[in-house]
């Protein structure tokens, strides 16, 4: 029965202890008082037979990124999980399921009152603006290699799309940079 009791308790800790790291990984990836599609994106545009691509990106990271961190990245992106978000777990943005989506009066003023300064702080700007004109950012959810000291997290605003790693030093996901990035 201890036993029992002590790999409960262990699985227990173990599930905390992820989504702690995994929520300090979101606050550091997602930017704060932005509208953002509740659907993450489900692709992190990272393709194997284009290592050396990210290899010339990696080189201008402040730390020396082994290559196999991001081919394990790339295998676990296979099977990353697609589920929506949730204000639980991205407090400080506003979640819509479309671009033509308008933000209520009221979800705004609570908003507000927890994030400033937001992009989307004037209402009447954002609810009058064609559909096709609201800068609606998307996030994958982030991927992470077998140590889970590394992650990458795929981002799409209007005018660019990429991916950017991220390295878990001391408790604190720090952004290394991009390695991918494409602007149209």
């Known amino acids: 029965m201890k036993t029992i009791l002590m790999i409960f308790l262990a699985s227990w800790l173990a599930v905390q202890v992820n ?11 997602i ?3 932005v509208a953002m599609y509740r659907q993450p994106l489900q692709t992190l545009w990272l ?5 050396w691509g990210y290899k010339i990106n990696i080189q201008e990271f402040k730390e020396n990124v082994d290559t196999t961190v991001i081919l394990e990245i790339i295998a676990n992106s296979q099977q990353m999980d697609t589920s929506q978000w949730t204000y639980r ?6 979640l819509v399921n479309s671009e033509k989506d308008q933000i209520p009066q009221t979800k705004l003023k609570t908003f507000l009152k927890n994030v400033r300064p937001s992009p989307i702080s004037d209402l009447n700007i954002y609810n009058n603006l064609p559909p096709e004109k609201r ?13 889970k000291r590394y992650a990458a997290v795929a981002y799409r605003e209007n005018g660019g799309y990429g991916t950017v790693l991220y390295h878990l030093i001391n408790n604190r996901w720090v952004k290394l940079g991009s390695l991918e990035k494409w602007v149209y």
Request: glycine fraction near 6%; avoid cysteine.
């Open 19 to 29: 989504g702690q790291i995994n929520k300090r990984l979101l606050n550091s990836a």
């Open 47 to 51: 393709k194997k037979d284009e290592l």
């Open 135 to 147: 800068n609606i950012l998307s996030y994958s959810r982030p991927v992470y290699d077998k140590s």
């Open 89 to 94: 777990e991205v407090p400080k943005v506003i």
């Open 31 to 33: 930017t704060p008082g």
